[in-house]
């Protein structure tokens, strides 16, 4: 019976095991001086590393080239690019495979002794899937080569590897908000942005979190028009974005330009809303359209938690706030050039609530 015991408690830890070395990361770490080049998920199966690649094209045609795992041209991992350390570098060559061109598969495998061409212009989106195996377990860092005949051929660098009991892996709920983030720092228009998110949504079998069956709809599309000012209840109607009335920020900063006035605007919000429970509300966080991207990316989700955390402490429900952000990709009409009325926030309320 002991025995039993004992052998029974020893395959329940190696399937424990097992199933730890299965894990998706949906929230990849890494670094690219392209912003048009961007991973949205890696997948780790024991010894084996999966990594989606998408590249956004723009300003006129490019070419990729592909090789065949083996061959001295191919595309490769390595776990460092400085010089000195050559001789201790290790490569892992790629296999590339379902190589998509918008929805169409181009090649789903490249045999030995072949390789493959793709030309893509501007607005066109190109995807495709990286295998790498024998990967050893105290690999924290790994960069992608690509184009050796290139002055840097380094395409992504400082991918972090992380194990199954990381806490940065994120899950599949982030997926969809973290690549549709990324999409945007690309310059992805609302077409390509919308279609690639279905696709992910059908292949991966990635739930959409309700949020996304209306109100993020309504949140990727640029503003071509000049949303009303906030100012007084009466002014909130059914899924129409509106400017919080002095609840702006200040230059480089997730602070209020004006405290009190800022304060006021949004306790009228929060009573309001604390008396219509069956509504919703969308926040939009913005900056202006001046410095890098990616920095202004993540002020603008500053910006919006800032709103939340003050419409929360006001009495509004946690759950019933969803925050959306986008940088200076959405400029007011009149502020195109810049202007520090675009470092604000949008409020929308989503009245229908059948899908929540």
């Known amino acids: 019976m002991f025995r039993f015991l004992c052998l029974s408690g020893l395959f329940f830890y190696c399937g424990c095991l097992l199933a730890q070395d299965n894990y998706v990361d949906y929230f990849p770490k890494f670094r690219t001086e392209d912003k048009k080049v961007f991973i949205p998920k890696i997948e780790y199966k024991s010894d084996t590393i999966l990594i989606d690649v998408v590249i956004v094209g723009r300003g006129g045609y490019h070419k990729l080239l592909f090789f065949p795992a083996l061959d001295t041209s191919s595309w490769y991992l390595t776990n460092t690019v400085i010089s000195k350390y050559q001789h201790v570098a290790k490569r892992f060559p790629l296999h590339i495979r379902d190589v998509r061109l918008d929805h169409e598969v181009k090649k789903k495998n490249i045999a030995a002794g072949q390789s493959f061409e793709l030309t893509y212009s501007t607005n066109q989106l190109v995807r495709f899937q990286l295998v790498a195996t024998g990967l050893s377990k105290n690999i924290r860092t790994l960069f992608l080569m690509g184009d050796m005949s290139s002055e840097n051929p380094c395409i992504v ?77 009466e002014d909130i109607e059914c899924n129409q974005r509106l400017v919080l009335e002095n609840v702006y920020f200040k230059d480089n900063l997730a602070q209020f330009d004006s405290r009190i006035k800022s304060l006021r605007s949004l306790s009228s919000i929060a009573r309001h809303f604390k008396e219509n429970i069956q509504y919703k509300i969308v926040l939009h966080g913005h900056t202006d359209i001046f410095g890098d991207p990616l920095k202004n990316l993540e002020l603008s989700k500053q910006r919006v938690l800032m709103v939340k955390r003050s419409l929360v402490s006001m009495g509004v429900r946690s759950n019933r706030i969803v925050t959306l952000y986008h940088g200076g990709t959405q400029p007011l009409i009149q502020f195109r050039d810049g202007g520090a009325r675009n470092r604000r926030v949008e409020m929308e309320a989503v009245c229908d609530t059948k899908s929540s």
């Open 157 to 233: 660098s400082d991918i972090l590897i992380k194990s199954a009991r990381s806490s940065l892996l994120g899950n599949n709920e982030m997926f969809l908000e973290n690549t549709r983030n990324m999409c945007i720092n690309a310059g992805l228009s609302h077409r390509q942005m919308s279609s690639y998110l279905e696709d992910l949504t059908e292949q991966t079998g990635t739930k959409r979190i309700n949020r996304q069956r209306t109100p993020m709809q309504v949140a990727v599309e640029p503003i071509d028009y000049m949303p009303k000012v906030f100012k007084k209840v």
